[in-house]
């Protein structure tokens, strides 16, 4: 990884993928921790409606959080094994908790011919 | 829990909206129940005359033999236009000026209606007079709707 | 399969898909109004969607990345959030007109009922997505919509006046018949032009860029396609004004159904004539159909992060899946309700309109960084191409609603 990291530019609002290749989400928002003399260090990358509602107005957000939920994964730093167009992440999504609704949904397309 | 503060600016939010949206729709209300002018009254009538012009076309075409379930399936349709068109022109409210003009187009519309129906009913193609008359509405219907748009 | 056999069949796939019922519908009712006047508009409408498919393609060739995830990078989240819901309207408005065009000449073959074969229609959508790979969709419904070529037999058939035809090239005002005809053909300028540059044909193109993984090597086939095929696409354009001006303007007739264009082609064809029609009028409005819902499938799954791609199984990419399967359904939805799909498609194009500045200013951000694209990034002619058209579709897009309001919808 780059010495320096432009978080808005090159991690905020990108594309999640894990150490197989599937996506599993976008970094909705990024979570700061107090570090050594209190400057705010980075600590995860949030995903899911619960990351994202924070950044919209308030009217949208409570509309939104009444459909979707407030749901959030958070995804240690530490997670994060390279930093390209793409996060890619150091395991499954399975094993992070992330892509949950797209397995969901999957078991019961599975039982349509040709899934 | 979504913080107090944030649900009361929800609340705010969805006023404002509320207020947009009432005031809007009122105002579109009242641009409805204006009484219908020439520019109103041209569209349904124009829509009337080029359907009319239609028909003529498509009985020209089933003398020349096009296929039966087309003419039939396409006269349909029409009809289906010519319907809703009549419905739009009866509708509106004209203006006292135009009203003359509004029933003089639906009664001399009427003929349409008809000769899309025997289509329908198979009867591809009309008879002569029937083709005949159906050219003869659509110019009526053509010289009503340039009075409008003069 | 060889390159030039891969370009051959890009550029028939453009073509192909060229047309939808909203295009057809303006093009012939422009020149049923204006006759040749609003030419022009059709050539600046092309070179505005190869320029923007250009860029797209080639940004999904050399970065992989489709056009919603860099909508959401570069606008940022609110920004991406409005233009996907905006898109998305459009898009799900735009395939409901396909669809109800699919049922109104499905009905004109079959006699049978209109409602019925609208759900006759969504389960051949779904079926046919569901279980086609993407290069057979392409190819499928691209080269069947090659059929359209009768109405540029027709064109020429009818014999124009090419030194009036070729006049209509140049920008003109009408002649000076006053406010309203003036205000009607700036409002049939602007909606022209949003009909040939629909935002969805830019998503599709460079999400099918990626279903048929380009590399950077594929940058010059991707401007050979766009160029030729778009072209030769326009050229359909041109003939179906033609066809306005020379058979429906004598005839006082405002073309408003598809058989109606149909017609056209019967009255100087006869039965070959109208059945070519038919099936190329078919494939190009189911064609439009499937790209409309694949196109708003592609951009929610990009702009949440979601796995997406005909590429993949079903179950690999499960909520992609529900997506393009849930906009046909609320497409034949829309339809269903009874409203006339022409309707339903000028709505859609003047929508669509106020989208297009949004959409494709990421595109241009992107293709013309040259820390993003390397060697690949825009050239002078491309970022000046890029600019003049961002500014053009700023411009009708603040003109497309006052217009819209003031003609009554274009027909007054």
New interface residues.
């Given amino acids: 990884m780059k010495p320096t990291l432009e978080l808005m530019r090159d991690v905020l609002d990108h594309d999640v993928v894990d150490v197989d290749g599937v996506r599993c989400g976008m970094v909705d928002d990024i979570e700061f921790a107090e570090g050594a003399a209190g400057a705010p260090v980075l600590a995860a990358l949030l995903v899911g409606p619960g990351a994202w509602q924070e950044r919209l107005p308030a009217l949208l957000a409570v509309v939104s959080a009444w459909l979707f939920g407030r749901a959030r994964t958070r995804v240690p730093w530490g997670e994060v094994a390279e930093l390209t167009q793409s996060v890619k992440l150091a395991r499954r999504a399975s094993e992070l908790g992330l892509g949950r609704l797209d397995r969901k949904a999957a078991t019961w397309l599975k039982r349509l011919p040709g899934a | 829990m979504?913080p107090r503060r944030?649900?009361h600016?929800?609340w705010?939010?969805?006023a404002f909206?509320g207020l947009v949206l009432l005031v809007g729709g009122v105002g579109a209300a009242l641009y409805n129940q204006r009484p219908a002018n020439e520019?109103?009254l041209?569209?349904p009538i124009?829509?009337l005359?080029?359907q009319g012009?239609?028909l003529a076309?498509?009985n020209?075409?089933a003398t020349?033999?096009?296929?039966r379930?087309?003419v039939?399936?396409?006269a349909?349709?029409?009809a289906q236009?010519i319907e809703?068109s009549r419905d739009e022109l009866a509708s509106l409210r004209a203006a006292a000026k135009f009203a003359a003009t509004r029933s003089a187009a639906l009664q001399r519309s009427e003929p349409l209606l008809d000769a899309a129906g025997q289509f329908g009913a198979g009867r591809a193609p009309l008879d002569a007079a029937t083709a005949a008359q159906i050219v003869a509405v659509?110019e009526q219907l053509?010289s009503l709707e340039g009075t409008l748009k003069r | 399969m060889g390159k030039f056999a891969e370009v051959f069949l890009g550029i028939l796939t453009a073509m192909g898909g060229f047309v939808e019922i909203g295009e057809l519908t303006f093009t012939l009712n422009a020149g049923r109004r204006f006759e040749y006047a609003l030419l022009w508009i059709v050539l600046l409408g092309t070179v505005g969607i190869m320029v923007y498919c250009e860029m797209a393609g080639r940004i999904a060739a050399v970065k992989h990345q489709a056009v919603f995830s860099l909508i959401r990078e570069r606008d940022g989240f609110s920004a991406g959030l409005l233009t996907l819901v905006a898109a998305s309207l459009v898009n799900v408005l735009t395939c409901a007109a396909e669809v109800g065009g699919v049922a109104l000449l499905w009905q004109l073959l079959s006699g049978w009922p209109y409602r019925a074969l609208l759900l006759a229609a969504l389960v051949f959508f779904v079926v046919v997505v569901w279980s086609t790979p993407f290069e057979w969709i392409e190819r499928i419904f691209g080269l069947g919509g090659l059929l359209m070529i009768v109405f540029m037999v027709l064109a020429v058939r009818l014999e124009p006046d090419w030194a009036s035809v070729a006049a209509g090239f140049a920008p003109s005002l009408p002649r000076p018949a006053g406010g309203r005809d003036t205000l009607m053909y700036t409002f049939y300028g602007v909606a022209l032009l949003s009909s040939i540059m629909l935002p969805y044909e830019t998503y599709f193109y460079a999400a099918g860029g990626i279903e048929d993984r380009w590399k950077p090597s594929d940058v010059t086939l991707n401007r050979v396609v766009v160029i030729v095929g778009f072209s030769l696409g326009a050229l359909l354009s041109v003939s179906l004004v033609l066809i306005g001006a020379e058979f429906f303007k004598p005839r006082s007739l405002d073309p408003a159904l598809p058989g109606t264009a149909a017609l056209a082609a019967a009255d100087s064809f006869g039965n070959i004539g109208l059945y070519v029609a038919l099936l190329g009028m078919f494939f190009a409005f189911a064609g439009a159909a499937i790209e409309t819902a694949l196109s708003a499938a592609y951009n929610l799954a990009q702009f949440a992060g979601w796995p997406w791609g005909l590429d993949k199984r079903p179950r690999d990419a499960s909520r992609f899946a529900l997506a393009w399967i849930a906009v046909f359904v609320l497409a034949t939805v829309v339809v269903m309700t009874g409203i006339d799909p022409i309707s339903v498609v000028e709505y859609s194009i003047v929508f669509s309109v106020v989208v297009l500045p949004l959409s494709y200013f990421p595109v241009l951000a992107v293709a013309r960084d040259r820390g993003i694209m390397g060697p690949y990034a825009n050239g002078p002619l491309a970022n000046a191409l890029g600019w003049f058209y961002l500014v053009l579709i700023t411009v009708a897009a603040l003109a497309a609603l006052p217009l819209f309001v003031a003609t009554h919808a274009g027909q007054g």
């Fill in positions: 979504i944030r649900r600016a929800a705010r939010q969805a909206l520019d109103d041209a569209i124009g829509e005359r080029s012009f239609e076309l498509l020209d075409n020349r033999g096009r296929d379930r087309f039939k399936a396409h349909h349709q029409l236009s809703r659509a053509k």
